[in-house]
């Protein structure tokens, strides 16, 4: 360890830590004496020697409080955008329905339909060619059926009781429960 000059009472110490034998890390803890020599000693860095090293239990249990309203707040909000997220993900798909029924009455001369329950691996393989356009594990299933002089495409969600449809004028309705 160097000293440099002594300036207002203060020693200035260049370098502070040294390794030891037993590779712990050490402090040195210098002070100016009345007769004007440099007194050091050495303090283990985990030790409460220097004070202000470390944090007191109320200082952590402020901090696990405030994680808590934070968790609190934003689980409810991540479940939410998610259910939107998946809601969203179901109108594309009748939006996609509708494009294909679009495109198969102008080929064939009448609107695809399909029996009730999930015929969402039906849909993908005759109305949208094979493609997985809509995605047969989600949180929606698809089926189509006929209505009035067209059809509906209806998704039903497989955890809630939320359904959305389609019908062949593009009007897009959805329960209450969505």
């Known amino acids: 360890m160097q000293t440099l000059p002594r300036n207002r009472g203060f020693a200035w110490i260049r370098d502070v830590t040294t390794p030891l ?3 712990k890390l050490y402090l040195s803890h210098c002070r100016w004496t009345p007769q004007l020599t440099l007194k050091c000693r050495r303090v283990t860095f985990f030790s409460r020697g220097i004070q202000g090293v470390g944090f007191t239990l109320i200082e952590l249990l402020i901090v696990v409080a ?5 968790a609190a707040i934003g689980v409810p909000m991540l479940t939410g955008y998610i259910q939107d997220a998946k809601r969203s993900s179901a109108e594309s ?3 996609s329905i509708y494009l294909m029924e679009q495109d198969y009455k102008r080929e064939e001369g009448a609107y695809y339909y399909t029996s009730n329950g999930n015929q ?5 393989t005759q109305l949208f060619s094979g493609n997985k356009t809509l995605d047969e594990a989600g949180d929606y299933y698809y089926y189509i059926r006929p209505y009035s002089s067209g059809y509906r495409a209806y998704a039903q969600s497989r955890t809630s009781s939320c359904l959305m449809n389609i019908d062949h004028n593009n009007k897009l309705t959805k329960s209450s429960r969505c």
Do not use: A, M, Q, S
């Open 66 to 70: 405030i994680l808590g309203v934070i």
């Open 21 to 23: 034998k037993n590779d």
């Open 120 to 124: 969402t691996i039906r849909i993908n």
């Open 93 to 95: 798909g009748l939006r």
